[in-house]
């Protein structure tokens, strides 16, 4: 097996898992060249991605559940379906690309965010209020505070005074 890294040869397994729900086998392994670590699955075309929690906890990742948070944040703004679809691909695509099997929940948040700011402020501005609990608190608020300043800009062009709709 060779490394993903170095590509060097020499690669040790230090840690066996079967996981009979997904009939997958689960290896990690460690290069004797360059000592990174990696993961390798059997039986399975892509390996499981997890999220890690800033409790520590693993959750396996879900498109779904990110489909849905992007639909919601996008809700009666001007985003297509597929824009949305197009943007959890690429999320899903940038996380895989890494090599990584874990991702922390924030450097997930901080994908969505960014990819989010591009395709629509007001959504940008709901999904990160999700998520901010996740993020270093003073970054977010910089944040969010360019971001509402520049549609308030935006809105006030608009003749509108409010960033959300009544029923939202
Ligand atoms: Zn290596």
């Not at 009939?23 to 039986?43: L, N």
């Amino acid at each position: 097996m060779r490394c993903p890294f170095c590509h060097a040869e020499d690669t040790r397994v230090i840690e066996t898992r079967a996981n009979d729900e997904q009939g997958t086998i689960r290896r990690r392994r460690e290069c004797q060249d360059c000592r990174r670590r990696f993961t390798t699955y059997e039986r399975h075309e892509e390996p499981q991605l997890y999220v890690i929690k800033k409790d520590g906890r693993r959750e396996l990742f879900d498109r779904q559940k990110l489909l849905d948070g992007i639909t919601k944040a996008c809700q009666k703004r001007p985003v297509s379906r597929e824009a949305i679809e197009d943007a959890v691909y690429e999320i899903e695509r940038a996380l895989r690309d890494a090599l990584k099997d874990e991702v922390p929940s924030g450097a997930l948040g901080d994908l969505v965010m960014s990819r989010l700011r591009t395709l629509d402020a007001v959504a940008y501005v709901r999904f990160a209020s999700v998520y901010k609990e996740f993020r270093d608190l003073g970054s977010f608020l910089d944040e969010i505070q360019r971001v509402l300043e520049r549609t308030r800009l935006e809105h006030v062009a608009e003749g509108q005074t409010s960033l959300f709709h009544a029923d939202d």
